[in-house]
């Protein structure tokens, strides 16, 4: 989707993957064409290192931070969008004015906050969230075994320049590659029933996301036939790793339905950061991410998986209509 010159790796999946030619790589084994793919990114990432300042890769990552930022200047102004967008967060405040001091349960707090909103738009991590154990697939991308390292010796601050000296080439040139990771993708129990339950009640569902936009689209048909909304990596486009971001221009976008978060650890934390455009999240059971938002006072609930989060959203729906 554009907006303004503003492009968001977002896009709508009906059934089956991107199939595209990986050129040299058509007749060689997978290993092998990773080993090849993580010495090249070795090398790339090496270099910028000796050379930070002036490299291909310092240029690229400006240039993904750059839109970053533009991306982020363009959400912060109302004018973008429909006027009923701006009392978005006067419609939370006038929501817990009304709350405060009735010693209310949680269920209670968030029902008056959804009262204000015709339905949902459930905004939902991929990695963890969406799928179990992320380790079993994470380290098939193509790249990552350079990668990871790298991010965690920074706690993820340049992501930029390691996404560009590592996964971005390869991302554009041969994303079946990346579609491969899906065949070892696994759910979280409950989503495929969720998912109805969500689309049978007029309510939309989004994927926002870190992760690679094709190994995403070839994971989604396990999952749903229906077209589904996703934020994620795109070779050009890093934005979803600014969750915050997305969630308010969804918000905005759409600002007759109410905003519902779900993730299950620490990267789902600038999540927090639209609280004013949230009307509830939901966190993994003992999370990092729980215990902030517990320690936050922020409305949400906790679920180990998708049949507790549709339980929760269905009494909530009934103390809204009472």
Known sequence: MAIEGIHYPQSEVIEGSITRDTGDFADRQLSE???????????SFENYKNDPNESHVAQKGRELRAHISM???YVSKDSHYAKESSS???????????????????????????KQFENFNVISDFDGTITEDPTLYLNHIPGSEIAEPALAASNRTNFPEVFAGTWQGILKDAPSLFESVGEH?????GIKTFLQYLRRGGNDFTILSANFFPVITAALPKITEDRTRIYAITPDDITSTEKDIIIR???KNNPEKAIIYIGDGSSDLPAIEAKDYVACY????????????????LPHFTYKDFNDIQLKLAQLKKLVAS
Do not use: Q
């Not at 978005?88 to 959804?114: C, D, F, H, Q, T």
């Not at 993708?185 to 129990?189: G, K, L, M, Q, Y």
């Not at 939901?282 to 006072?297: R, Y």
């Open 249 to 251: 221009h969804e918000a």
């Open 282 to 297: 939901f966190a993994l059971e003992g999370s990092s991410f729980a215990k902030e938002l517990a320690k936050n006072n």
């Open 33 to 43: 064409v990773l080993a090849i793919i993580n010495n090249t990114a070795r090398k």
């Open 71 to 73: 991306a982020r200047d």
């Open 185 to 189: 993708i696994t759910f979280r129990r």
């Open 88 to 114: 978005i967060p006067v419609k939370y405040i006038a929501a817990e004015i009304l709350n405060k001091g009735k010693n209310l349960s949680m269920e209670e707090r968030v029902a008056n906050r959804l």
